[in-house]
């Protein structure tokens, strides 16, 4: 919504009391003029931005409006339907008794038509009084009837800020206040529907029926700020199945309260739409108000959960009377039961076991003429478990370089700089990371200068015949001499290069650049690509029945299109506990010619273990579980 007057019209004499006039009478400075009406714009800014409700922004727009005129009255008319419709004006400065408006409603009234025709500020002075003035502004919102803002204000000498321009800057205000109020709604309509999505989200994820209904109430619970939440499903004989209750972790079906509950959803068997009590037929409103009694609320609201035309569920809401009879409840419980509804069919179907879900498929499927004989159907089934088919055991692999180098740091000293990190392909001899030699060559001109004096004085001491001393600075240049040696394979190792071409498996070292390194550091670790170990980690109820130099099909979540094949070469003897499971470890080598396997890549792969019949494949494990646990 925007104000949007063009230009002042002015009917005469109001043009001399548009001028704004100092205390002497005299016209006001421009200069002061301006900044005075910059934090009247500003006060009105703050204003818009900071009201809560419509009484908030009332008040804080008459504080600023008595503040800066004499205000006699302010009044506002809402949006009409049609153009034809006469303004209704309503008083923001008090409950409506002022008097004022008996005097002035019909030139507000004939000010108001001449500011909607023309889509401007209209000004004019009180007829009877050459101390009061009228203002009227149209506000613009994009349809017939727009509203207008009107004020009557008297002439005091001293006011900086015209009547127009502070009933323009009101205008203004109103207007982006509602802007803001719109975006609020609109945000909270978002949030209403991102609150919704990670509901169904977390229903879908449940892990079964009780989980499911369990996030369902409390989401909705949540969704609808309600006290309390029960979802119930319809049962045979036109009876209910109490699923769950907001905040309570298990329902005791056989309990007073989960019978009285039952006996409350029983009133909503062919409801499918949202029941409240001033919809409610005599039954269902007695329905309501029993669950109010039980669940301690106030009022209450009945959610009928539809999927594909038939009712899969319901939901009793209970929360307080003013809450339900707030506006936009009605429209969010009917939009929270059409969106619950699908999902909780589709719980309702996978909660069934598969033999049920089995049987009713074939039912629905199978001939009338063929229901007859469905005896059949049993032999054939028992007949093909004794079908052999290839047994593969199936298992997850990860994948390791057959060969591994390591590269250490070669003496103590700073780590200047990091070149390669980890998963980067390299060259051999190609340069990793640098050593800080600044502190070596110090130590390596200081001992040059210690090996020239240790020179200078042995050739000294044998000049003047002085054997010892001799001795004594020879041994000293010879203790130079080895330490600049070790100085100088120092300086030689600073670059850390690869020792082979391969892949930078484990190095990320940059973290730590400039940081002390002691000597033997591991810093990385390359490995070659051509050739990769896959170790398959076989269950250890299924290690039994691989072997070497059986088959493997091996996939991999990099490349889940492509298969893999290669021969076991390696069966560890001993198991290794990854997880929470014991498994062996199985070990296959592949070619990888393309270098697209990298180490740590995973998957899954099946070992061929022979041919076993097919209900021997389906049972063993339960067969082999159930001899360990109760034949043993």
């Known amino acids: 919504m925007d104000v949007q007057p063009r230009t002042l019209r002015l009917n005469t004499p109001a043009e001399a009391w548009f001028q704004p006039t100092s205390g002497t009478g005299g016209q006001v400075e421009p200069a002061v003029q301006a900044e005075v009406s910059g934090q009247l714009g500003r006060q009105l800014l703050d204003a818009a931005q900071r009201a809560g409700t419509v009484t908030e922004l009332v008040g804080m727009l008459t504080r600023a409006v008595q503040a800066h005129s004499e205000c006699l009255g302010l009044w ?135 989980d499911a209904a369990i996030a369902m109430v409390n989401h909705v619970r949540q969704l609808l700020d309600a006290r309390q939440v029960v979802l119930a499903s319809p049962a045979k004989g036109g009876n209910w199945r109490v699923e769950a209750i907001s905040d309570v972790e298990a329902v005791e079906s056989r309990s007073e309260h989960a019978a009285g509950l039952q006996q409350c959803f029983a009133a909503f068997n062919v409801s499918s739409s949202v029941v409240t009590g001033q919809t409610a037929e005599p039954r269902q409103v007695q329905a309501l108000a029993d669950y109010c009694q039980l669940a301690g609320t106030q009022d209450a609201v009945f959610l009928p959960l539809s999927a594909e035309g038939r009712l899969v569920g319901g939901m009793l809401v209970g929360a307080g009377a003013a809450q339900l009879e707030g506006r936009g409840f009605g429209e969010s419980a009917a939009f929270v039961a059409a969106q619950f509804g699908p999902p909780w069919a589709l ?51 990860e994948l390791h370089p057959v060969q591994r180098r390591f590269l250490a740091a070669p003496f103590e000293g700073v780590l200047e700089s990091v070149l390669a990190r980890s998963g980067d392909l390299v060259e051999k001899d190609q340069l990793l990371a640098r050593m800080d030699g600044s502190n070596l060559e110090l130590e390596r001109s200081g001992l040059q200068a210690q090996l020239a004096a240790a020179l200078k004085k042995r050739d000294s001491a044998l000049a003047s015949g002085n054997i010892a001393e001799s001795q004594i600075a020879r041994s000293e240049a010879r203790r130079c001499e080895s330490q600049l040696a070790l100085v100088d394979s120092k300086l030689s190792r600073l670059e850390l290069r690869s020792p082979m071409a391969g892949v930078v498996v484990s190095g990320d070292m940059d973290k730590v650049e400039g940081a002390r390194l002691e000597m033997g550091k591991s810093l990385f670790e390359v490995a070659p690509l051509e050739k990769m170990m896959v170790e398959l980690q076989v269950p250890e109820a299924d290690s039994r029945h691989v072997r070497e130099g059986q088959v493997a099909t091996m996939k991999f979540n990099a490349y889940p299109f492509r298969n893999w094949e290669g021969k076991v070469a390696r069966v560890h003897p001993r198991s290794e506990l990854v997880g929470e499971a014991n498994v062996f470890i199985a070990e296959v080598e592949l070619n990888n010619q393309d270098g697209i396997l990298r180490p740590g890549m995973k998957g899954w792969g099946k070992v061929s273990a022979g041919w076993q019949p097919l209900g021997w494949i389906w049972l063993h494990h339960a067969w082999e579980r159930f001899r360990y646990v109760l034949v043993w």
């Open 347 to 397: 719980v309702q179907r996978t909660s069934q076991a598969w033999y049920q879900q089995l049987g009713k498929a074939l039912m629905e499927h199978c001939p009338v003429g063929l229901r007859k004989h469905f005896w059949i159907l049993p032999l054939g089934v028992t007949g093909l478990l004794f079908c052999p088919v290839p047994y593969r055991v199936s298992c997850q692999n």
């Open 76 to 210: 506002l008319a809402p949006k009409r339907g049609t153009e034809d419709a006469p303004p209704e004006f309503r008083s923001l400065l008090d409950a409506g008794e002022n008097p004022l408006w008996q005097a002035v409603e019909q030139q507000v009234l004939d000010l108001a038509g001449l500011a909607q025709v023309a889509g401007e500020l209209q000004v004019n002075q009180v007829l009877g009084s050459e101390r009061r003035i009228l203002v009227v502004v149209p506000l613009r919102t994009g349809g017939k009837g727009d509203e207008l803002l009107a004020g009557c204000f008297e002439r005091v000498h001293g006011s900086h800020v015209t009547p127009g321009l502070l009933l323009l800057l009101v205008a203004q205000a109103i207007a982006l206040w509602r802007k803001r109020r719109a975006a609020d709604s609109l945000n909270q309509i978002n949030l209403t529907f991102s609150q919704t999505f990670q509901a169904l989200q977390a229903v879908a994820l449940a892990t079964g029926r009780q």
